[in-house]
């Protein structure tokens, strides 16, 4: 951050910032401290347990991590396995794959093409996220879809999506979804890269993966990673396959976010519980955060 | 004709041939919601309705929860977010670029990691907790504030890019002439960020305009549930949904976004306002 003087006293600073570090305090610290002292206690939001929650020690967690049950579907350990395959499918691999192939294709062009490309893109990304889930059931339906009518064409057959393969549901459904943000930032970011070196290595008759593998990722290392641990740590967060899936069919697509969900605002309000899970949850966020952070740190140090 | 033409041909036509390839498979989801609405007769296929008609929008028209949800209780909602976020972010940014606050290193940091930390379910467990303490449960006052302190940061980073890139020189030149610093930020610094203040407005409405997590936790009475609640008021008790309802429906709640979308494309070209970098 450059250092210029100011124009102000730190006096009227603080007057200025002073309703922002209240929304930061109550909204985003004070929760980050609370829900460690919740995980500890058996509170709930009905029931005896409401009013009076107990210490319960480090129960809740001995609950998630009990290796007898914590792999069976529906538990902790399986929702963590399936985050992490709808983590590498749609962010890791889908998202990102697409976001830099789009990026890529259109690199130093304008046009119709590339306007209509992005429109389209960019509306997948940014259509309220009840809307987008109703028209993928439509699209994915066993009868009626879109999706399936194209497959009998070419003879792929008709599989029904949402029951038989609700993972891959899910996985392209948020490959669709959130395309968008790798695209716009690989796309500003190969507007960085200085045309005389792409030029120089026509002129010597690089093929097109020779100019990606030599001059493309060596320049946007910085921004691909950037990009991989952002998406990540949006979708290992995102709540969106819920309103497609509710988690199911027999919680094969429970991520954790739907766990937690389903622990702590379903059935027998369990906050205590949810709050382990949601511990956990932060404690992974944080690690990509900082991991984020030292990268950016890094790079301007460099 | 040279090798060189042909190459560029070639180019071109591959490159067209993708083109249609991406745009088909993002568009094709959205079809139904398309052409369904206008289809009285709608079911899950995508089929250009022979005889386009209004009805549907007419049947949903009449459904009162449906329609106060869409006109009175999203309004509220996406205009408070809108205007707290914008406003509060204003004045935080235009206090990070103008003074030298102590601590305001720790404090951009602070931001940029726990806004990634403390964010959907797993945040809004605590928060749940946090705003039932507060009375706010079942309040639009709850579901602003929530919302509000979750985009902040994101706002904040926005608008500094705007900050930073305006010139000092009138505000120096309005405190030299004794303006006080609330009228150098209102009457010199404001007029001169507007175009971020309307970027990061529409930004903290579509935001707050789609969401269906934070209203789904905080809100309990059918009466202040905004519309992406309410679309499943087009659902049966055993719940199959009324299809050409539900489209027409959903179709309505979209507009507004498009429309926001068009005007900022059209103004600022859409793009990355600040937050991201690398």
């Given at each position: 951050?450059?250092?210029?003087?100011?124009?102000?006293?730190?006096?009227?600073?603080?007057?200025f910032?002073?309703?922002?570090?209240?929304?930061?305090?109550?909204?985003?610290?004070?929760?980050?401290?609370?829900v460690?002292?919740?995980?500890?206690?058996?509170?709930?939001?009905?029931?005896?347990?409401?009013?009076?929650?107990?210490?319960?020690?480090?129960?809740?967690?001995?609950?998630?991590?009990?290796?007898?049950?914590?792999?069976?579907?529906?538990?902790?350990?399986?929702?963590?396995?399936?985050?992490?395959?709808?983590?590498?499918?749609?962010?890791?691999?889908?998202?990102?794959?697409?976001?830099?192939?789009?990026a890529?294709?259109?690199?130093?062009k304008?046009?119709?093409?590339r306007?209509?490309?992005?429109?389209?893109?960019i509306?997948?990304?940014?259509?309220?996220?009840?809307?987008?889930?109703?028209t993928w059931?439509?699209?994915?339906?066993?009868?009626?879809?879109?999706?399936?009518?194209?497959?009998?064409?070419?003879?792929?057959?008709?599989?029904?999506?949402?029951?038989?393969?609700?993972?891959?549901?899910?996985?392209?459904?948020?490959?669709?979804?959130?395309?968008?943000?790798?695209?716009l930032?690989?796309?500003?970011?190969?507007?960085?890269i200085?045309?005389?070196?792409?030029?120089?290595?026509?002129?010597?008759?690089?093929?097109?993966?020779?100019?990606?593998?030599?001059?493309?990722?060596?320049?946007?290392?910085?921004?691909?990673?950037?990009?991989?641990?952002?998406?990540?740590?949006?979708?290992?967060?995102?709540?969106?396959?819920?309103?497609?899936?509710?988690?199911?069919?027999?919680?094969?697509?429970?991520?954790?976010s739907?766990?937690?969900?389903?622990?702590?605002?379903?059935?027998?309000?369990?906050?205590?519980?949810?709050?382990?899970?949601a511990?956990?949850?932060?404690?992974?966020?944080?690690?990509?955060?900082?991991?984020?952070?030292?990268?950016?740190?890094?790079?301007?140090?460099? | 004709?040279?090798?060189?033409?042909?190459?560029?041909?070639?180019?071109?036509?591959?490159?067209?041939?993708?083109?249609?390839?991406?745009?088909?498979?993002?568009?094709?989801?959205?079809?139904?919601?398309?052409?369904?609405?206008?289809?009285?007769?709608?079911?899950?296929?995508?089929?250009?309705?022979?005889?386009?008609?209004?009805?549907?929008?007419?049947?949903?028209?009449?459904?009162?929860?449906?329609m106060?949800?869409?006109?009175?209780?999203?309004?509220?909602?996406g205009?408070?977010v809108?205007?707290?976020?914008?406003?509060?972010?204003?004045?935080a940014?235009?206090?990070?670029?103008?003074?030298?606050?102590p601590?305001?290193?720790?404090?951009?940091?602070?931001?940029?990691?726990?806004?990634?930390?403390?964010?959907?379910t797993?945040?809004?467990?605590?928060?749940?907790?946090?705003?039932?303490?507060?009375?706010?449960?079942?309040?639009?006052?709850?579901?602003?504030?929530?919302?509000?302190?979750?985009?902040?940061?994101?706002?904040?980073?926005?608008?500094?890019?705007?900050?930073?890139?305006?010139?000092?020189?009138?505000?120096?030149?309005?405190?030299?002439?004794?303006?006080?610093?609330?009228?150098?930020?209102?009457?010199?610094?404001?007029?001169?960020?507007?175009?971020?203040?309307v970027?990061?407005?529409?930004?903290?409405?579509?935001?707050?305009?789609?969401?269906?997590?934070?209203?789904?936790?905080?809100?309990?009475?059918?009466?202040?549930?905004?519309?992406?609640?309410?679309?499943y008021?087009?659902?049966?008790?055993?719940?199959?949904?009324?299809?050409?309802?539900?489209?027409?429906?959903?179709?309505?709640?979209?507009?507004?976004?498009?429309?926001?979308?068009?005007?900022?494309?059209?103004?600022?070209?859409?793009?990355?306002?600040?937050?991201?970098?690398?």
């Amino acid at each position: 951050m450059e250092r210029k003087h100011a124009i102000f006293p730190a006096r009227v600073g603080i007057i200025f910032l002073t309703p922002a570090i209240l929304f930061v305090i109550v909204f985003l610290l004070y929760p980050f401290v609370r829900v460690f002292l919740l995980s500890f206690t058996n509170q709930t939001l009905l029931g005896t347990t409401a009013p009076n929650p107990e210490f319960v020690g480090l129960d809740n967690y001995r609950h998630l991590f009990n290796p007898d049950r914590w792999m069976r579907l529906g538990e902790f350990g399986s929702a963590l396995k399936i985050t992490t395959q709808f983590v590498v499918g749609s962010a890791l691999i889908g998202q990102a794959g697409m976001g830099m192939l789009i990026a890529w294709a259109f690199y130093r062009k304008r046009g119709v093409l590339r306007e209509v490309v992005f429109t389209l893109v960019i509306l997948a990304w940014i259509i309220p996220e009840t809307v987008v889930a109703f028209t993928w059931v439509a699209f994915l339906d066993w009868e009626f879809g879109t999706l399936n009518s194209v497959l009998e064409t070419v003879g792929l057959g008709r599989p029904d999506w949402l029951f038989e393969r609700p993972l891959q549901s899910i996985i392209l459904f948020n490959s669709w979804r959130g395309t968008a943000f790798s695209m716009l930032l690989f796309s500003g970011a190969l507007e960085t890269i200085p045309p005389s070196y792409v030029e120089t290595a026509e002129v010597v008759g690089a093929t097109a993966w020779q100019k990606f593998r030599d001059i493309f990722f060596p320049l946007l290392r910085g921004h691909i990673l950037t990009d991989l641990i952002l998406i990540t740590l949006w979708t290992f967060n995102v709540f969106t396959p819920f309103l497609l899936t509710g988690g199911g069919p027999a919680k094969r697509t429970e991520v954790v976010s739907i766990y937690t969900y389903r622990t702590a605002f379903m059935g027998r309000h369990e906050f205590g519980k949810g709050s382990s899970i949601a511990v956990v949850m932060m404690l992974i966020n944080l690690g990509l955060a900082l991991i984020y952070l030292a990268s950016i740190r890094r790079r301007r140090a460099t | 004709m040279n090798s060189f033409v042909i190459r560029s041909w070639l180019a071109r036509g591959l490159l067209f041939a993708f083109s249609v390839v991406i745009a088909a498979s993002f568009v094709t989801p959205l079809l139904w919601l398309i052409t369904a609405p206008f289809n009285t007769q709608a079911n899950l296929a995508v089929t250009i309705p022979t005889n386009p008609s209004l009805a549907n929008f007419e049947a949903v028209y009449h459904n009162k929860f449906a329609m106060r949800a869409l006109f009175q209780n999203n309004l509220i909602i996406g205009g408070g977010v809108m205007v707290l976020v914008a406003g509060v972010a204003t004045m935080a940014s235009y206090g990070l670029s103008r003074t030298h606050v102590p601590g305001r290193d720790v404090l951009v940091y602070v931001l940029i990691l726990f806004s990634s930390v403390v964010s959907g379910t797993a945040a809004m467990v605590p928060i749940f907790l946090l705003v039932f303490r507060l009375g706010l449960i079942d309040t639009y006052a709850g579901v602003i504030l929530v919302m509000t302190g979750g985009l902040l940061p994101s706002a904040i980073f926005i608008m500094r890019d705007f900050i930073d890139s305006i010139p000092r020189s009138y505000e120096e030149a309005a405190l030299v002439c004794g303006a006080s610093s609330l009228r150098v930020f209102r009457d010199v610094a404001l007029p001169m960020v507007r175009p971020g203040v309307v970027v990061v407005a529409i930004w903290a409405f579509v935001n707050a305009w789609g969401a269906f997590l934070i209203p789904s936790v905080l809100l309990r009475s059918p009466d202040r549930m905004p519309a992406s609640i309410a679309s499943y008021s087009f659902y049966t008790e055993a719940g199959t949904p009324n299809l050409t309802l539900l489209s027409a429906y959903a179709f309505l709640y979209t507009i507004p976004v498009l429309v926001l979308y068009l005007i900022v494309n059209w103004r600022f070209g859409f793009r990355f306002f600040g937050g991201i970098k690398s």
